[in-house]
């Protein structure tokens, strides 16, 4: 069981938009820590797709947009591509924790 | 660009002492924070737990008794080490750069993983 909780899998066809929620509590979102988000393509590392709720890293294209409300956070992907396809992770900060956490995971497919 | 290089050894068995090293290339270890994460086979990424540029540490709580990170600066190096090995430890592990911004810092880069099977 997560501490940040995405849905298992999302969908869409080619040139729509998806979006990935990430849902935590008042012990990590809810106090303000910023969320993040990665993409991991079968067989790879996780690579940083969204810092900071909503800043793109150089080289990140522009479809990828994150925002953070009360105690969940979004990643919106427009203009879905095939490449897109990949399981997509929050991670933010818990205070109870002390540490770092992530979602469960989220796999996009991409019709 | 800092990018991160990691091995170990990948097949242990159960009770052994699981033990992985990261070098940073292209950076230093000044003013960032040191990390391991790992996924088991099909599911989801953990944290592991974190060494900053001073040598501080801190742990998932969950794995807290049975892990070590430290670091070698003269070697550019950080290392995990995870004890009393089972096969819930079977992961692909890896190391990341948390950039010393605050507590919610974000992972980037991350090392290529190594795969750590734990089996009799």
Redesign the interface.
């Known amino acids: 069981q997560?501490v940040l909780t995405q849905p298992p899998s999302v969908s869409g066809a080619p040139g729509q938009r998806v979006t990935i929620s990430c849902t935590g509590s008042s012990s990590n979102i809810g106090t303000g820590?910023?969320v993040?988000w990665?993409q991991q393509l079968p067989e790879t590392?996780?690579?940083?797709l969204i810092?900071?709720n909503s800043n793109r890293?150089s080289g990140v294209p522009d479809r990828f947009s994150g925002s953070k409300s009360g105690t969940s956070a979004s990643l919106a992907i427009t203009g879905l591509q095939a490449e897109d396809e990949a399981d997509y992770?929050c991670?933010?900060?818990d205070r109870s924790?002390?540490?770092?956490?992530?979602?469960?995971?989220t796999k996009l497919t991409v019709l | 660009q800092v990018q991160l290089q990691q091995w170990g050894a990948g097949l242990l068995k159960p009770s052994e002492t699981l033990s992985l090293t990261c070098a940073v290339y292209g950076g230093s270890f000044s003013g960032d924070y040191w990390n391991w994460i790992r996924q088991p086979p099909g599911k989801g990424l953990e944290w592991i737990g974190e060494i900053s540029h001073s040598g501080n540490t801190n742990y998932n709580p969950s794995l807290k008794s049975r892990v070590t990170i430290s670091m070698d600066t003269s070697k550019n190096h950080f290392s995990l080490k995870l004890s009393s090995l089972t096969s819930a430890d079977t992961a692909v592990y890896y190391c990341a750069r948390g950039p010393d911004v605050n507590v919610d810092t974000w992972f980037d880069p991350w090392g290529q993983g190594t795969l750590v099977t734990v089996s009799s």
């Not at chain 1, 590392?45 to 940083?48: N, Q, R």
């Not at chain 1, 924790?97 to 995971?105: A, D, H, I, K, P």
């Open positions: 997560s820590y910023d993040h990665y590392a996780p690579k940083l810092y900071g890293p992770y991670q933010s900060y924790l002390s540490g770092s956490v992530f979602g469960g995971g």
